[in-house]
């Protein structure tokens, strides 16, 4: 085992939040497949989905996935919302399931300070209607390839750190 540990789930529930502060936190490498992907690209997501298709973009996390599965150990992932569907998943980390519901995600979101640019990041949410769509479905299949879900609803940003601590890397 490589012992990484990715954060899985929905746009915008803040897998990139919870790394950096887990990184900070415990002196745990992190990274974020998203940001790999845009410098390979040295285009933003946005851009490569508009130019290139979604179907691409899939094509990149796949490479993204396989330089993990190589290259990288002992690190927090911090994983694009459609990353879950790398073939090789599995074999990169534990799966920890970043949870909530769409209506908190949706106002963790609209409410941040930044909320403005927080929401032009993620151009589906311009349609609140057909991101909860996409939340439906998604959620469901989080939920079957994810090793450990944690309940954000339920728990204080240092819980959520500290229950990742506890189930992944302290057990080491």
């Given amino acids: ?28 490498f992190a990274i974020d497949t998203d940001d790999l992907i ?3 690209e040295n285009k933003k997501i946005k851009k490569i989905f508009q130019s ?26 911090s994983c694009g919302g459609g990353f879950y569907k790398v073939k090789n998943l599995k074999e990169l980390g534990s799966i920890i399931l970043l949870d909530a519901s769409f209506e908190w995600i949706y106002s963790r979101l609209k409410n941040s300070p930044n909320s403005q640019k927080k929401l032009a990041k993620r151009p589906l949410f ?16 989080y939920k079957k390839v994810a090793d450990i879900v944690i309940d954000l609803e339920k728990l204080s940003f240092d819980e959520v750190l500290e229950t990742i601590y506890q189930e992944t890397f302290a057990k080491r």
């Fill in 52 to 77: 290139n298709g979604e179907e691409y973009f899939r094509e990149l996390e796949q490479k993204c996935a396989n330089w993990i599965s190589s290259s990288v150990k002992n690190t927090l992932i």
């Fill in 126 to 141: 311009a349609d609140p209607k057909r991101a909860k769509e996409l939340y439906d479905f998604r959620i469901k299949e």
């Fill in 38 to 40: 845009e410098s390979l």
């Fill in 1 to 28: 085992m490589k012992g990484n540990v990715l954060l899985i789930g929905f746009m915008g529930v803040g897998k990139g939040t919870t790394a950096r502060a887990f990184s900070k936190k415990y002196g745990v």
